[in-house]
């Protein structure tokens, strides 16, 4: 589908059945509902980050949507994934428009893709829950902001860096294609599960705190091939490892 236009009173559902999946290969204005009811159904929006106009709701059940190019300073439209999937490319992941909220289920997740280099930026009523990479190689990177995970971390491939003090309570998974760490002084990074590494864990900055959680549900892991680097400063700015708050 080239364009696709959905006027305040029309509603776009794709449902369970074999084949319902929609790509929007140009401009995607959304003034109604868009929503994946059921089934592993993809909604898939190709056209730039400013193509997709989203004024009403883009909803999934289940299913994935997939914005290729990004989104640049998203409309006044909802992006609700109860147990869906929104999968984010291109180099732009702007949520911050007041009228715009996004939120996810116990289930759902925020997936960043591409090769693009992205920094997503969020308003103070977004509400994320899993987040995870398919970024396509270790060198394609996200810059994490202190907006809460509550949920699991899953770096499949590309690295993800956070730029603030912050917690990851759920479950985190590297995997050998994968890096997870941060290159930002005095900073507390908290853990408060376990953690699974394959590929990289990396901390490369002055006077930074890692706390682990202690107990089965801790447990970090450096699998065969991953590995665990720390790179501090001297003296007071060296990288401060803790178990539960102590040293």
Not at 84 to 109: E, I, R
Not at 138 to 150: G, S
Not at 211 to 224: D, E, H, M, P
């Amino acid at each position: 589908l080239a364009v696709l236009v959905l006027f305040m009173t029309r509603t776009l559902n794709l449902g369970a059945a074999a084949g319902e999946n929609l790509t929007v290969t140009g401009s995607a204005t959304i003034g109604a509902n868009a929503t994946i009811a059921a089934g592993a159904r993809t909604l898939t929006f190709n056209g730039t980050e400013a193509a997709v106009d989203n004024d009403g709701a883009i909803t999934a059940t289940t299913g994935t949507v997939v914005l290729t190019n990004g989104v640049s300073n998203a409309d006044a439209g909802d992006f609700t994934m109860s147990n869906g999937t929104l999968s984010v490319g291109g180099t732009s992941a702007d949520f911050t428009n007041a009228g715009c909220a996004l939120t996810f289920g116990a289930s759902g997740t925020l997936d960043f893709i591409g090769s693009g280099a992205q920094t997503p930026a969020f308003n103070g009523d977004d509400t994320l829950q899993n987040l995870s990479l398919n970024k396509g190689a270790l060198a394609n990177l996200v810059t994490l902001d202190a907006t809460a995970v509550p949920g699991t971390v899953t770096v499949t491939t590309g690295t993800l860096r956070t730029n603030a003090t912050r917690s990851f309570p759920g479950a985190i998974t590297v995997g050998a294609n994968g890096e997870l760490g941060s290159t930002t002084n005095s900073i507390t990074v908290t853990f408060g599960s376990t953690l699974s590494i394959t590929g990289d864990l990396v901390f490369n900055a002055s006077g930074q705190t890692l706390r682990f959680a202690s107990g089965a549900g801790g447990q970090t892991t450096i699998n065969n091939g991953g590995t665990f680097q720390m790179t501090g400063g001297g003296g007071g700015n060296r990288i401060r490892l803790e178990q539960d708050g102590t040293s």
